[in-house]
């Protein structure tokens, strides 16, 4: 009796000891120093989770995991950063980089070929994910999209939580755009893919329209948590004057004589963006010396497009490749119009992520998207869970390249003053939505509800701003005259109606 009350109150009067920050094990093949968008936002996410944070609703307690990252080589490095394979800490993360073939080099041009790189990938994450020291919870991302399959199996090698972050749903969509033949192997894997999602303790996806396409699946709707990716807002910013990246191409200052007004698309040239329509809209466009259009990336559709360029004959097109991420702030805001075009038939599969660094750098974006769409919602400002969203730009639907032509055109023609309005308030809803202060947090949140076993999509709502206690008073009533006035002198755009 006496041993036990004794050892009773050794562990009483112990003081307590914190428990180690949960483990988690993210799987992607594109990391930094890759360009990639995906490897770009994984990194961030993982250095904000090492770093941790103080949460608000519990007394001070910190969000902060210990990150293993497995990796694959990367497909561009702008920047020459060291890639080597093996391990490797950077900001608190442990990176491991196994080796994989590269034939398709990063051109993406060859199905074959890329089958081929991250069939190695897979098996070499696999492999490395096995042999890791055991994770809470473990992350697959969908670059390659098998690596869902892998995350499954390495979840239950490791007795841990699984989670999918979609940045795309496959196969369905290489089966939407014709690259994949809907036959049995791609069937096969389609319901591997089903059954890993529907096993996982939350799917972490990027729009509302990505979401019902997983609750066709069989995905219960409170583990869907729907998360959008996110830019730098600290990182990118507006540079509105002095604007190295338009010196450096002879652009001009913008709003200047003699500036071009330039229409950028920045970004994957891939099959999703159709691009093409840019290039009939810059043909038809080719008579405005004023008007530029800059094709600022690389990716799977660039040799196609620069054929048509050349065929095309465009003087007023030009193609630049990725641009370092330490000088992104400068090359975004060079644009006068940004563009976001995405084919209809890949909005339940997809949100594109550029649209965020275009809201960042302050500039308006024209959105070829379905009007129905959360891409659109987004530009339009018509997001259902923020009354206060405002308009940015435009839309107009895929696949009517003469609506983007006079899109493109009126907005040449207005006041660059009213395009820095819009592009001021793309910029306020960057900051209090799309940014990574404001996203990162709330993944560590669905993280946590998965280790506790609560709502992983009550966990990832949107922590908006208050609104101010009084709204400002005018003097007169002249401000509400410009308001309106800029409604209506907006109205000529062909476009859906954003400001």
């Given at each position: 009796?006496?041993?036990?009350?004794?050892?009773?109150?050794?562990?009483?009067?112990?003081?307590?000891?914190?428990?180690?920050?949960?483990?988690?094990?993210?799987?992607?093949?594109?990391?930094?120093?890759?360009?990639?968008?995906?490897?770009?936002?994984?990194?961030?996410?993982?250095?904000?989770?090492?770093?941790?944070?103080?949460?608000?609703?519990?007394?001070?307690?910190?969000?902060?995991?210990?990150?293993?990252?497995?990796?694959?080589?990367?497909?561009?490095?702008?920047?020459?950063?060291?890639?080597?394979?093996?391990?490797?800490?950077?900001?608190?993360?442990?990176?491991?980089?196994?080796?994989?073939?590269?034939?398709?080099?990063?051109?993406?041009?060859?199905?074959?070929?890329?089958?081929?790189?991250?069939?190695?990938?897979?098996?070499?994450?696999?492999?490395?994910?096995?042999?890791?020291?055991?994770?809470?919870?473990?992350?697959?991302?969908?670059?390659?999209?098998?690596?869902?399959?892998?995350?499954?199996?390495?979840?239950?090698?490791?007795?841990?939580?699984?989670?999918?972050?979609?940045?795309?749903?496959?196969?369905?969509?290489?089966?939407?755009?014709?690259?994949?033949?809907?036959?049995?192997?791609?069937?096969?894997?389609?319901?591997?893919?089903?059954?890993?999602?529907?096993?996982?303790?939350?799917?972490?996806?990027?729009?509302?329209?990505?979401?019902?396409?997983?609750?066709?699946?069989?995905?219960?709707?409170?583990?869907?948590?729907?998360?959008?990716?996110?830019?730098?807002?600290?990182?990118?910013?507006?540079?509105?004057?002095?604007?190295?990246?338009?010196?450096?191409?002879?652009?001009?200052?913008?709003?200047?004589?003699?500036?071009?007004?330039?229409?950028?698309?920045?970004?994957?040239?891939?099959?999703?963006?159709?691009?093409?329509?840019?290039?009939?809209?810059?043909?038809?466009?080719?008579?405005?010396?004023?008007?530029?259009?800059?094709?600022?990336?690389?990716?799977?559709?660039?040799?196609?497009?620069?054929?048509?360029?050349?065929?095309?004959?465009?003087?007023?097109?030009?193609?630049?490749?990725?641009?370092?991420?330490?000088?992104?702030?400068?090359?975004?805001?060079?644009?006068?119009?940004?563009?976001?075009?995405?084919?209809?038939?890949?909005?339940?599969?997809?949100?594109?992520?550029?649209?965020?660094?275009?809201?960042a750098a302050g500039a308006p974006a024209l959105c070829v998207a379905?009007?129905?769409?959360?891409?659109?919602?987004?530009?339009?400002?018509?997001?259902?869970?923020?009354?206060?969203?405002?308009?940015?730009?435009?839309?107009?639907?895929?696949?009517?390249?003469?609506?983007?032509?006079?899109?493109?055109?009126?907005?040449?023609?207005?006041?660059?003053?009213?395009?820095?309005?819009?592009?001021?308030?793309?910029?306020?809803?960057?900051?209090?939505?799309?940014?990574?202060?404001?996203?990162?947090?709330?993944?560590?949140?669905?993280?946590?509800?998965?280790?506790?076993?609560?709502?992983?999509?009550?966990?990832?709502?949107?922590?908006?701003?208050?609104?101010?206690?009084?709204?400002?008073?005018?003097?007169?009533?002249?401000?509400?005259?410009?308001?309106?006035?800029?409604?209506?002198?907006?109205?000529?755009?062909?476009?859906?109606?954003?400001?």
């Amino acid at each position: 009796m006496w041993n036990a009350r004794r050892l009773q109150f050794d562990f009483a009067a112990r003081p307590a000891v914190a428990a180690a920050p949960p483990r988690a094990l993210f799987l992607n093949r594109s990391y930094r120093p890759d360009a990639e968008a995906t490897g770009q936002l994984l990194t961030e996410l993982t250095e904000d989770l090492a770093a941790g944070r103080e949460s608000d609703d519990d007394g001070g307690r910190v969000d902060r995991w210990r990150v293993q990252v497995i990796c694959g080589r990367p497909n561009a490095n702008p920047e020459g950063l060291p890639a080597k394979t093996g391990t490797t800490v950077w900001r608190g993360v442990v990176v491991q980089r196994v080796w994989h073939t590269r034939l398709a080099g990063g051109t993406k041009r060859s199905l074959a070929l890329r089958a081929i790189d991250y069939c190695s990938f897979l098996c070499a994450a696999l492999l490395r994910g096995a042999l890791a020291p055991r994770a809470d919870v473990v992350v697959a991302e969908t670059d390659p999209f098998p690596l869902a399959i892998v995350g499954r199996l390495l979840a239950w090698r490791h007795r841990a939580r699984f989670v999918v972050h979609a940045q795309d749903i496959h196969p369905e969509l290489g089966v939407a755009l014709g690259v994949l033949n809907d036959g049995p192997l791609v069937g096969t894997v389609r319901r591997l893919m089903h059954a890993a999602v529907r096993t996982a303790d939350a799917v972490v996806t990027l729009s509302t329209d990505m979401r019902r396409t997983f609750e066709r699946m069989g995905v219960p709707t409170d583990r869907i948590a729907v998360l959008p990716n996110w830019a730098d807002a600290d990182a990118v910013r507006p540079v509105r004057v002095g604007n190295q990246f338009r010196e450096r191409h002879g652009l001009g200052e913008a709003g200047r004589p003699g500036a071009k007004f330039v229409v950028m698309h920045s970004g994957n040239m891939g099959r999703t963006q159709r691009l093409e329509d840019v290039l009939a809209a810059a043909a038809r466009l080719a008579d405005d010396p004023r008007i530029l259009f800059l094709l600022v990336g690389g990716g799977a559709a660039e040799a196609g497009l620069k054929e048509g360029a050349t065929r095309l004959g465009l003087t007023n097109l030009r193609f630049l490749p990725y641009q370092p991420k330490s000088e992104l702030g400068e090359s975004l805001s060079a644009a006068d119009l940004h563009l976001v075009c995405t084919d209809a038939r890949v909005i339940p599969y997809l949100m594109p992520s550029k649209l965020y660094g275009v809201l960042a750098a302050g500039a308006p974006a024209l959105c070829v998207a379905p009007a129905d769409s959360e891409l659109a919602a987004t530009v339009t400002g018509d997001l259902p869970d923020d009354p206060r969203a405002e308009p940015c730009g435009w839309t107009c639907e895929p696949d009517d390249v003469t609506a983007l032509t006079e899109a493109i055109a009126a907005a040449a023609a207005l006041p660059t003053e009213r395009l820095r309005r819009l592009g001021d308030a793309g910029r306020r809803l960057a900051e209090d939505r799309f940014s990574r202060a404001a996203v990162t947090p709330r993944f560590a949140a669905v993280l946590r509800a998965v280790t506790e076993g609560t709502s992983p999509a009550r966990a990832a709502r949107p922590l908006l701003p208050p609104p101010p206690d009084t709204l400002p008073l005018c003097e007169s009533g002249k401000d509400a005259r410009d308001g309106a006035e800029l409604l209506h002198e907006t109205e000529p755009l062909p476009a859906r109606q954003a400001a």
